[in-house]
């Protein structure tokens, strides 16, 4: 008979939660966005409000409002080329940060630019126009203060927590899971407009397009080229800049590609830490906005996150390959039909989290998976057209 012992108890004990602190942000978020529809709505009550959006015949000037960044700009492109059909004897002008309009220079559907600089309407836009249109699709309530400010008697945008109440017409709900083209056409729709563009398309001229081929010459990048970019607005949508690096060592040795590397002046970091993990990185050096546009276009692949630059390469009809983590494929993801999203299902995605303390989505994306899909589309190049 083997004598009992003492009882042995197990303890199991449940890893701390890191993203408690960010839960109750969010719900305190939600909150505040809640109060706020309750105290914008009585004084939407009394605005000025029209029936319905004017004729093409009554707007000699139209104001496109955009307060965000690069990709949502080029993802614009279609509504803007709708505008310019309907509106055809209109003024357009697009108001920006001074980055993402950068986009539009070159653009034929825009007359002309004006840069925001900060949360102000530049006073000589007020008083100035006959339709103004604020593209923003979620809560953020700059863009629709900037358009109550020009004084339109046309006022239009996306209805979510009391933004409305800026507008003289209906709002158009902003859904959550719908893409962002798709949105913009509900807004323009809305207003009477055709939807008849259905992809992003950006502009160069001749001269920045032979700057971009004598820099690649320069940096010897022959065909095919690929430009790859680890960077994107939110930590959380980054993949490692060393699994990248793991992409173009691939690529280089497999596929004979000459792989740029591409970052913002705020992503340096990355840059380094890609380019010091693959020697066969090249690096074309800082860039405008302008300049990278270019390097893209001359590209025959763009690998990278969700990001401005990405949606740039859609626009060009270069066939891309993006890793995508916590980002919603059903709102952000390229259409083109030269466009490839890697991405794991997991429980918690798409979570749009800025922010994350396992990063499961992306760090089970390996290296091999990118390279073999990057390998695939440059062995079946597809024009330019049918890209986007």
Same mark, same amino acid.
């Given at each position: 008979?083997?004598?009992?012992?003492?009882?042995?108890?197990?303890?199991? @004990?449940?890893?701390?939660? =890191? %993203?408690?602190?960010?839960?109750?942000?969010?719900? /305190? =978020?939600?909150?505040?966005?809640?109060?706020?529809?309750?105290?914008?709505?009585? !004084?939407?009550?009394?605005?000025? *409000?029209?029936?319905?959006?004017?004729?093409? $015949?009554?707007?000699?000037?139209? +104001?496109?409002? *955009?307060?965000?960044?690069?990709?949502? %700009? /080029?993802?614009?492109?279609?509504?803007?080329?709708?505008?310019?059909?309907?509106?055809?004897? !209109?003024?357009? @002008?697009?108001?920006?940060? !001074?980055?993402?309009?950068?986009?539009?220079?070159?653009?034929?559907?825009?007359?002309?630019?004006? @840069?925001?600089?900060?949360? =102000?309407?530049?006073?000589?836009?007020?008083?100035?126009?006959?339709?103004?249109?604020?593209?923003?699709? #979620?809560? #953020?309530? =700059?863009?629709?203060?900037?358009?109550?400010?020009?004084? &339109?008697?046309?006022?239009?945008?996306?209805?979510?927590?009391?933004?409305?109440?800026?507008?003289?017409?209906?709002?158009?709900?902003?859904?959550?899971?719908?893409?962002?083209?798709? +949105?913009?056409?509900?807004?323009?729709?809305?207003?009477?407009?055709?939807?008849? $563009?259905?992809?992003?398309?950006?502009?160069?001229?001749?001269?920045? *397009?032979?700057?971009?081929?004598?820099?690649? !010459?320069?940096?010897?990048?022959? &065909?095919?080229?690929?430009?790859?970019?680890?960077?994107?607005?939110?930590?959380?949508?980054?993949?490692?800049?060393?699994?990248?690096?793991?992409?173009? $060592?691939?690529?280089?040795?497999?596929?004979?590609?000459?792989?740029?590397? +591409?970052?913002?002046?705020?992503?340096?970091?990355?840059?380094?830490?890609?380019?010091?993990?693959?020697?066969?990185?090249?690096?074309?050096?800082?860039?405008?906005?302008?300049?990278?546009?270019?390097?893209?276009?001359?590209?025959?692949?763009?690998?990278?996150?969700?990001?401005?630059?990405?949606?740039?390469?859609?626009?060009?009809?270069?066939?891309?390959?993006?890793?995508?983590?916590?980002?919603?494929?059903?709102?952000?993801?390229?259409?083109?039909?030269?466009? *490839?999203?890697?991405?794991?299902?997991?429980?918690?995605?798409?979570?749009?989290?800025?922010?994350?303390?396992?990063?499961?989505?992306?760090?089970?994306?390996?290296?091999?998976?990118?390279?073999?899909? &990057? &390998?695939?589309?440059?062995?079946?190049? %597809?024009?330019?057209? /049918?890209?986007?």
């Amino acid at each position: 008979m083997i004598p009992s012992g003492p009882s042995v108890r197990l303890v199991v @004990t449940r890893p701390h939660d =890191r %993203m408690i602190g960010d839960s109750l942000r969010s719900t /305190a =978020r939600s909150v505040c966005l809640a109060l706020r529809a309750c105290v914008l709505h009585p !004084a939407g009550l009394f605005r000025h *409000r029209e029936s319905r959006p004017p004729a093409p $015949s009554r707007v000699g000037r139209l +104001l496109v409002i *955009r307060t965000d960044r690069l990709g949502d %700009m /080029a993802l614009t492109t279609p509504a803007l080329a709708d505008l310019r059909a309907h509106f055809r004897k !209109a003024e357009i @002008t697009v108001l920006a940060p !001074a980055a993402p309009l950068e986009l539009l220079r070159e653009h034929p559907a825009i007359d002309h630019l004006v @840069t925001l600089a900060d949360r =102000r309407l530049p006073p000589e836009l007020a008083g100035r126009f006959d339709l103004v249109i604020d593209l923003t699709p #979620d809560e #953020d309530l =700059r863009g629709a203060l900037l358009a109550r400010a020009t004084r &339109a008697r046309w006022r239009a945008g996306f209805a979510r927590a009391g933004r409305q109440t800026c507008f003289s017409l209906p709002g158009v709900r902003a859904e959550r899971r719908r893409h962002i083209l798709d +949105l913009n056409r509900d807004l323009l729709v809305s207003l009477g407009v055709p939807p008849k $563009s259905a992809a992003p398309v950006l502009h160069l001229g001749s001269e920045e *397009r032979a700057w971009a081929s004598g820099r690649l !010459a320069a940096l010897g990048a022959a &065909a095919p080229r690929v430009a790859v970019h680890p960077g994107g607005h939110y930590a959380s949508q980054r993949w490692a800049p060393e699994r990248f690096a793991e992409v173009v $060592s691939r690529l280089t040795e497999r596929e004979g590609a000459a792989c740029i590397v +591409l970052a913002g002046p705020d992503e340096t970091d990355l840059r380094e830490r890609l380019c010091a993990a693959s020697p066969d990185a090249l690096v074309p050096g800082p860039l405008t906005v302008r300049q990278m546009m270019a390097i893209v276009a001359a590209c025959d692949l763009f690998v990278g996150n969700n990001s401005g630059p990405l949606h740039i390469a859609t626009a060009f009809g270069i066939p891309t390959v993006s890793v995508m983590g916590p980002t919603d494929p059903l709102r952000f993801a390229p259409r083109g039909g030269a466009d *490839r999203v890697l991405r794991h299902e997991l429980p918690c995605s798409p979570c749009q989290r800025a922010r994350c303390w396992h990063h499961t989505c992306l760090r089970s994306i390996d290296a091999e998976e990118v390279a073999q899909q &990057a &390998a695939a589309a440059l062995q079946a190049p %597809m024009p330019r057209e /049918a890209a986007r």
